[in-house]
């Protein structure tokens, strides 16, 4: 879930592969400055997304990852957003054979956290090498995915418009790449004990998301829809935060960044949404505070070539 403080292989590797991969174009030379989420929420979470990604999508992805025609000696990888890596060090383990990891960011300053993070062995022992690519996720194109066999990213998107999920399926399609996108939000929070002001802050923070031209928790549809106009197949699985007294530190930051944007949309609330922050955070501290984020992980199969 992206909220206010927001975005993150084997060794780190410098090889060139693969190097004829055309790479996604950088943001544009004019740019002063690249949104920049805190490593330290990224780090924060981290733990809690692991546990919420969806296990049961695993097993149709890996059938078709053995089965993909023409497949080289490794899997490549794209993780678009990557942030400070967190999808690599999740799924590089759960899956054979070698890898390579090409680490798509904006921020420089991640890609270097990926980087050094990055896991060391596939599931079997296999080698896992990870490169990296600063650019904008709104110009890939399939040409820079010439010879992927996997696209991946985590909590990515809800903060895409409606046109950059569209030019996303055409590339993942386009090169025939299947794709796994976890942790997007759908707009549902639940928070035990209710609180009578839950649905105010609850709709203020949907609207926060949708802001401008972002789809927020409209995104997984709209995912969904473009995927599925281009023919490819998709399954989509809940894939819900579920935090308790265990996790009293990320909720605590999730709770401000989450009163912090629903404020932000409708001020109006300010005076309420600070009593209403600190009880909440009380409660938490207190370890009596239960939430749920809602998620939804998508899996891609674009149709084969041939259309079998």
Known sequence: ??????????????????????????????ETEVPRYAPQWLTLREPADAAARAHELLDPLRIRLANQPGRGTELIVHDLGCGTGSMGRWLAPLLDGAQHWVLHDRDPYLLHFASVGAPRAAADGGRVTVTTQRGDIGRLTADALTGASLVTASALLDVLTADEIDTLARACVGAGCPALLTLSVVGRVELTPAHPMDPDIGEAFNAHQRRGDLLGPDAVRAACAAFDRLGASVRVHPSPWRLGAGQRELTQEWLRGWVGAAVEQRPDLAPRAETYLRDRLAACAAGDLRVVVHHSDVLVLPRRTGGA
């Open 1 to 30: 879930m992206n909220t206010g403080t927001t975005s993150a292989g084997a060794e780190a590797s410098t090889e060139p592969e693969p190097g004829a991969l055309p790479a996604i174009p950088a943001p544009g030379g004019g």
